[in-house]
T-cell receptor, first 116, second 116 residues
Framework: DTAVSQTPKYLVTQMGNDKSIKCEQNLGHDTMYWYKQDSKKFLKIMFSYNNKELIINETVPNRFSPKSPDKAHLNLHINSLELGDSAVYFC???????????????FGQGTRLTVV | QQQVKQSPQSLIVQKGGISIINCAYENTAFDYFPWYQQFPGKGPALLIAIRPDVSEKKEGRFTISFNKSAKQFSLHIMDSQPGDSATYFCAASIEGRGSTLGRLYFGRGTQLTVWP
């Protein structure tokens, strides 16, 4: 009954490979996000979707492409992986929608990506 | 640039002591200030949050103090316990539409260690 679940939890891959991280939320939220946490634990937003529509697209290399097949899922595909992509990637969701007051964001447990 | 500045980077407190973490912001459009707690291997989880129309909010041992004129807010943990040892993030966001929707700007985090 996990609220926001990501798979896989760990991902080790070689430079140049393409990989995907999947995220699903069962909270009925309208908005989902991808955050990146670097080795110094700094959290930075990458993307957000509201009802399958891309809302935030932060300055992220276009090797990163989010896909939202429905409002309960937001996947992250990464092409041509580089050493600098190594980080922990968090999926999150919130009930925020247009006009709603800010509310809590629920985070998944993270995917630790290591590029070797 | 860093939208929310957090200090200290690390904090060591004895059991029963008071832990204080400070944050400052520049953007006066921010109208929601949450604190997130993150344990190793887990995603951040909302601890407590405040809006700028109040100067203080208390939930159990955790208190946010908010100074709108100084654009500063802080987290106080009273009677700190070893179980409070975690990384704490302050954040700020703007209720809004379009690209500001739900975007959380995080501080760089404070690693709190509570010694028994």
């Amino acid at each position: 009954d996990t609220a926001v679940s990501q798979t896989p939890k760990y991902l080790v891959t070689q430079m140049g490979n393409d990989k995907s991280i999947k995220c699903e939320q069962n909270l009925g939220h309208d908005t989902m996000y991808w955050y990146k946490q670097d080795s110094k634990k700094f959290l930075k937003i990458m993307f957000s979707y509201n009802n399958k529509e891309l809302i935030i697209n932060e300055t992220v290399p276009n090797r990163f492409s989010p896909k939202s097949p429905d409002k309960a899922h937001l996947n992250l595909h990464i092409n041509s992986l580089e050493l600098g992509d190594s980080a922990v990637y968090f999926c999150a969701s919130s009930p925020r929608g247009l006009g709603l007051l800010n509310t809590e964001a629920f985070f998944g447990q993270g995917t630790r990506l290591t590029v070797v | 640039q860093q939208q929310v500045k957090q200090s200290p980077q690390s904090l060591i407190v004895q059991k029963g002591g008071i832990s204080i973490i400070n944050c400052a912001y520049e953007n006066t459009a921010f109208d929601y200030f949450p604190w997130y707690q993150q344990f190793p291997g887990k995603g951040p989880a909302l601890l407590i949050a405040i809006r700028p129309d109040v100067s203080e909010k208390k939930e159990g041992r955790f208190t946010i103090s908010f100074n709108k004129s100084a654009k500063q807010f802080s987290l106080h943990i009273m009677d700190s316990q070893p179980g409070d040892s975690a990384t704490y993030f302050c954040a700020a966001s703007i209720e809004g539409r379009g690209s500001t929707l739900g975007r959380l700007y995080f501080g760089r985090g404070t690693q709190l260690t509570v010694w028994p």
